[in-house]
């Protein structure tokens, strides 16, 4: 069974930065994808950003140009620097883990999240 434990969420001012990180534990697939989605209220869910076992990336269109996301494999953890935050920016966001090969390709792991809140 697959742990997926968030952090760095928090308050920050327009224009600011955060910095999220996401720890994996447990089942570790080799052929993955792990990445940041969000939920803002009265919204569905979103990608933000994800990045594959072979480093391939993908980002949101919310995320291009103001996010980075990026991994440490021997520690199975993802990150995601988001800078010039914008109140838009508000919402929960999730770490997910995707399985995409192997007899468990497609399954779908989520970290409980961690609130990101853009004010002044």
């Known amino acids: 069974q697959m742990q997926l434990v968030e952090s760095g969420g928090g308050l920050v001012q327009p224009g600011g930065s955060l910095r999220l990180s996401c720890a994996a534990s447990?089942?570790?697939?080799?052929?993955?994808?792990m990445g940041w989605y969000r939920q803002a209220p009265g919204k569905e869910r979103e990608l933000v950003a994800t990045?594959?076992?072979?480093?391939?990336?993908i980002y949101g269109d919310s995320a291009k140009g103001r996010f980075t996301i990026s991994k440490n494999n021997a520690k199975d953890t993802v990150a995601l620097q988001m800078n010039s935050l914008k109140p838009e920016d508000t919402a929960v966001y999730y770490c997910?883990?995707?399985?995409?090969?192997?007899?468990?390709?497609?399954?779908?792991?989520w970290g409980k999240g961690t609130l990101v809140t853009v004010s002044s």
């Open positions: 990045i594959t076992s072979n480093s391939r990336t």
């Open positions: 447990g089942s570790i697939f080799s052929s993955n994808a």
């Open positions: 997910n883990f995707k399985v995409l090969g192997g007899t468990n390709a497609g399954m779908d792991y």
